[in-house]
C-alpha cells in the first residue's frame, strides 16, 4: 500500500503567496468615505461613497521579495525559537526537566489523563487574559516528552498547548489583545457583552477539553496496542468592518472578528509559530490538520450560533 504523503508546509505558503499576488491584478482596489457622527460618536461608512483607488499589482519581482521581507517582520520569532531552544537545553543537562516529567507521571499514574486538563488550564489562562502564542513554542519539547510518557504523541502536546490557548483566546471575554484592538476599532467600550461572551466560553471551552481527553484515551489505547510507550518518537480589518451598512451591531462584528481569529491560530499554513511548534514536535501539517478539524468544525458551529444569537438579542 502506498505511504501517505505529508502536506509541505513550505509549498502551501509559497502556493498561498502566488494567489494573492495574481489576485491583485483581478481584484479592483477602492475604498469608502467616512464621516464621524457627533450624536452616536461613532466614525460611520458614507454609503454609495465607494470609488476605485490606484491599482498597485504584485508582479514576480514583488513575489520574489515576499518570502526574504517575511522573514525579516517574523524576526523576533526566530530569535525567540533560537534563544528558547538554547535555554531549554540548559535546563535539560541539568536534571529539572526530568524530575517535574517524573513528578506529574507519578502523580497521575493512575489517571493520566487527567494531566491533560491540568496542563491545558495554564495554556488557557494565557490565552484567555492577552492571547498567548508565540511564547508557547519554548514549552513544546517539554511538552512533548511528558506526552511521551503517558503513551500520547507529540500531537497532543501542540493541542493542550497552541490548541489550548489559541480556543481561549478566540472565545475569551476579556483577551486584552483580540478585545483590546476590535473593540477599539469598532469604538464600543472595552470588554463590553462580557456576560454573553462568558457562556460562549464556557461551551467552547467544555468542548475543546473533552475532544482532547476523548483523542488522549484513544491515543493511549492505540500506544498499548502498538508499545509505543517505550519508543522513543523520531490580524484582520475590523471595519464599523461595513457593518454600519449592513445594519449590523458593532458588538456582533466584534464577535466576528474574534471568533475568525480561530481559523488563522489552527490552521492556516502561514501561522509561523504554528508551523515552529510543529517541527519541534515532529508533527505534520496533515497530521495536525486531521487531529483539530472536526472540533474546529463543533467550535465554528458554536461561533456562528453565538453570531446569531447575538443578532437575535441585538447585543451592543
Known amino acids: 500500500m502506498a505511504k501517505a504523503r505529508s502536506t509541505d508546509a513550505l509549498l502551501l505558503l509559497c502556493l498561498i503567496i502566488l494567489i494573492a499576488a495574481a ?28 470609488s476605485n483607488s490606484p491599482a498597485q499589482p504584485v508582479g514576480p519581482w ?15 520569532i526566530v530569535f525567540f525559537v533560537l534563544i528558547g531552544g538554547a535555554a531549554l537545553t540548559v535546563i535539560e543537562i541539568t536534571g529539572a ?35 498567548m502564542y508565540e511564547e508557547i513554542l519554548a514549552f513544546i519539547p517539554l511538552l512533548c516528552v511528558l ?8 500531537t497532543m502536546a501542540v493541542a493542550v498547548s497552541l490548541g489550548s490557548a489559541s480556543v481561549a483566546a478566540t472565545f475569551s471575554p476579556f483577551n486584552t489583545f483580540h478585545l483590546g484592538i476590535s473593540q477599539a476599532l469598532a469604538e464600543v467600550p472595552l470588554f463590553s457583552a462580557a456576560t454573553f461572551r462568558s457562556v460562549v466560553f464556557v461551551i467552547a471551552m467544555g468542548a475543546w477539553l473533552a475532544y482532547i481527553m476523548w483523542r488522549g484515551r484513544k491515543m493511549q489505547r492505540a500506544a498499548s496496542a502498538d508499545d509505543l510507550i517505550t519508543r522513543e518518537a523520531a490580524m484582520p480589518d475590523a471595519t464599523p468592518p461595513a457593518a454600519d451598512l449592513l445594519h449590523v451591531s458593532r458588538q456582533v462584528v466584534v464577535l466576528t472578528y474574534q471568533y475568525g481569529i480561530l481559523a488563522a491560530n489552527l490552521l492556516s ?6 508551523l515552529a511548534m510543529l517541527t519541534l514536535a515532529g508533527v505534520s501539517l496533515t497530521t495536525w490538520w486531521k487531529f483539530v478539524l472536526p472540533i474546529f468544525l463543533v467550535l465554528t458551529t458554536i461561533s456562528g450560533i453565538a453570531i446569531v444569537v447575538a443578532m437575535r438579542i441585538g447585543l451592543q
Open 23 to 50: 489576485l491583485t491584478w483581478i481584484i479592483p482596489a477602492g475604498h469608502y468615505e467616512r464621516s464621524y457622527n457627533e450624536q452616536t460618536g461613532l466614525t460611520q461608512v458614507i454609503p454609495g461613497s465607494f
Open 62 to 76: 514583488g513575489v520574489l521579495l515576499a518570502i526574504p521581507k517575511g522573514l525579516v517582520a517574523a524576526a523576533d
Open 97 to 131: 526537566m526530568g524530575g517535574v516529567l517524573n513528578s506529574l507521571t507519578r502523580r497521575f499514574a493512575s489517571r493520566p489523563l487527567l494531566i491533560l486538563p491540568i496542563v491545558s488550564s495554564l495554556f488557557i489562562f494565557g490565552g484567555a487574559s492577552y492571547g
Open 147 to 154: 506526552m511521551r510518557r503517558l503513551g500520547m504523541s507529540g
Open 269 to 274: 499554513p502561514t501561522g509561523g509559530a504554528m
